[in-house]
């Protein structure tokens, strides 16, 4: 038994010896780790930084590149890097880079301790980023050091590291601009390097009608390829040269609020257009008080630089000129309420002959009638002041308020001055007495519309009243859809809001027409004629009952353009409430055969209802009616009547008696006439 229990009691002890040395293993692994622990700290671990071999060093660009970069900390993590290489194109800067590139791996960084003046970039978290290679001006082909360093989250720093670059830079090429309308001139120019605007241009503040004074430019570098546009930046300035100040320009925050206001050269940016307005100077006069001016009257110069992304500027600017001057209508001192255009020909002779006006005549008619209509518009002004846009101003007839100007010879080069509209708040452009023919060079009209454009865009308001407007004034001799694209279509589209026109140019009894005008206003009175006056009047020999040559036309459903007008006066056929019955009308014969023959109503009549009876009294024999319908041709209205072939076939030359019944209102009935 005893022999039997001694390998277990071995085994035992051997337990004890195996826990007893663990135990001792412990302690003296505890007591050396507390004596570490109260000891020094080991020093931190510089950082190393890396360019990554793209682009590869020694390259040489004609754009701005993006560089890459790394970093590694062995006891932490990078938290920052930090380049520079704006002046680092010096010789003290490239010897260093080649000391490094030998083996001394701190000859950059001592270069860059000795040279402080060198500005770092601020502190990225990035590790790429775009370098924009300055150039040295005087040179065509500047070599420069790029370094970049990194900082560990200990704020170590490591050695710093480089690349030798080249830059090979041309200046971009001259920019281009235009006016930003350039498109409503009579001939487009386009981007030019110098941009002349023709006409002058009105200040006003920006609104849905005044878009500013805008400009458009644009630039090109030969250095560019298809597959690496360069990007160009561009600094302008606006100076006026008759008193040579620059206009001031707001200057904002982050968050798009004003700080101040700036003049000279703006700062380098990418835009490619500007605006500007008399909010310009109305803001900056708000923020640097009473104490600061700007006269918004004068000549101007636009100018643009370009610069490339090595900063190397075209060594030409764009400049565009024009000269703009301010409207006074709302000053107390220089404004005035209205300014009348006579547009009226001067009559000759056979003129007064044949029933014109002389000037002085219709300049009485017109001052006769101004006090009677300023009492009707107070009227309006009254009952519709507390309407949305209701006028607050009182409307009070004064003669020095009111001016006429003779601008008489319209079919001939000339305009009403901008420093003579500036100062009303309306025109009215009188044309009673037109030319004969339409002028012979119609771009002398669209010389004058465009006056009013600019005038109309600043806020002010135009009213053109007349006969003969749309043919011999406009000289617009089709009727139908309005040619948008044309200068004065343009204009008639886009500031008055017509779509279609209708020139009433002959001079036969039918198109005498006008009896007056009627109205859907609530507060306007029907347009009245006189037929005994209307009677007297001579029209080149000839005595109508009704007007003849007054235009209608036609407008769109909704506002178009800058238009806010609206339709008041329609037009009233004289022949609106002639009988619907004719008896004994001599129609003529169209064209005939034994069987049918094709009548032409007679009187000007048409839109035929329905014929009664159709005699020739030349054959005795009477005709049938069949129908009524249009010519295919002509579009003309015809009667269709079936003949007695024993008759023959009727002629031209037969006496008809027709009876019918028609729709008496001309096409002209109901359209606007005034707006």
Known sequence: MASGLFPEIIMQHRIHAVIAVALGLMLVIGYWGCHRLIGDPSQ???????????PLDSSTFNYAPVLHWTGHDPDGVIAQYQYRY?????????????AWLNGDAQALTRYCEDHPDVPWEAPTESTEDTIYLKRNEADTLTQMVFMVRCFDDLGGASQVKGRLFSRTNLAPYAPKIRWARDTELDTELGYRVEYVIP?????GDLTLTYPGINFLWQGTDPDSRSLNIITLRFSYLLVNETTGDTMPYPLLDDSNRVIGFRSGWSDTTTTTQVTFSRENVTLARQYYGAGWDFELDGSYRMMVEVFDDGFTKSDTMAVATFTAVEPLWSDPEEGKQLLMVDWNKTPDAADLRFGARDDQEILDFYLATLPEGFTLAENLRQALYNYPGGIEQPFTYDPDQVQWYADKDICEAGRVPFDLIRHFKWIWVICDNPPRNPCAEPTVIYDRLKVFQEYL????????????LFNKVFTLTNAGQIDASGKAGFYLANYHNLSTIEPKIGQNESDADFGGATTTSTILAPMEMDSLIVNSLNFRNN???????????????SSGGYDYSETIFNYKSCSANASYEAENVDCNVLLSTPSIAYLQPGGGHDRILAVHRVYNVTRAVYGEFMDVDRDPATHAWRIIVSTPAEAGAWTSDDLLEVDYTYIPVAASHDQPVGS
């Not at 931190?44 to 793209?54: A, H, K, R, Y």
């Not at 865009?457 to 003969?468: A, D, E």
């Open 44 to 54: 931190n671990q510089i950082p190393e930084v890396f360019l990554v071999n793209v």
């Open 86 to 98: 704006r002046g680092d194109t010096t010789a003290a800067a490239i010897a260093a880079y080649a």
């Open 199 to 203: 006409d002058t241009l009105l200040w």
């Open 457 to 468: 865009n600043s806020g002010g308001q135009v009213m053109i009243t007349g006969r003969g």
């Open 543 to 557: 005595y109508f009952w009704c007007l003849p040559e007054v235009d209608y036309f036609g407008r769109t459903a």
